[in-house]
Nanobody
Framework: QVQLVESGGGLVQAGGSLRLSCVAS????????MSWYRQAPGKQRELVAW???????NYTDSVEGRFTISTNNAKNTVFLQMNSLKPEDTAVYYC???????????WGQGTQVTVAS
């Protein structure tokens, strides 16, 4: 079972930037769709962005134009560059592999992003 470890979260002022990283225990990103999810307090986990093995990207409307998902050449790390952050972006962010459009791996511990107004 692949293990995923997220990092890079923190506290930032509105309008600021953060770069999240997710490292997989194996180089799986070349064969799977990789994704970032987030879960805000009291809300369901939501899909934020995903990237295909051909580097095609998609974003949920609320982050389009502000967030960028990418992977490294070794295809074992996925990044989420988050710019122009808003307080409503505050959440725990998780990565996962998508199989059939659904998260496949066990969830990691996530990384907390807090955006202060």
């Amino acid at each position: 079972q692949v293990q995923l470890v997220e990092s890079g979260g923190g506290l930032v002022q509105a309008g600021g930037s953060l770069r999240l990283s997710c490292v997989a225990s194996t180089s799986i990103f070349s064969i799977y769709v990789m994704s970032w999810y987030r879960q805000a307090p009291g809300k369901q986990r939501e899909l934020v962005a995903w990237i295909t093995r051909g580097d095609r990207t998609n974003y949920t409307d609320s982050v389009e134009g502000r967030f960028t998902i990418s992977t490294n050449n070794a295809k074992n790390t996925v990044f989420l560059q988050m710019n122009s952050l808003k307080p409503e972006d505050t959440a725990v962010y998780y990565c996962n592999v998508l199989v059939g459009g659904r998260p496949f791996a066990s969830w990691g511990q996530g990384t907390q992003v807090t955006v202060a107004s």
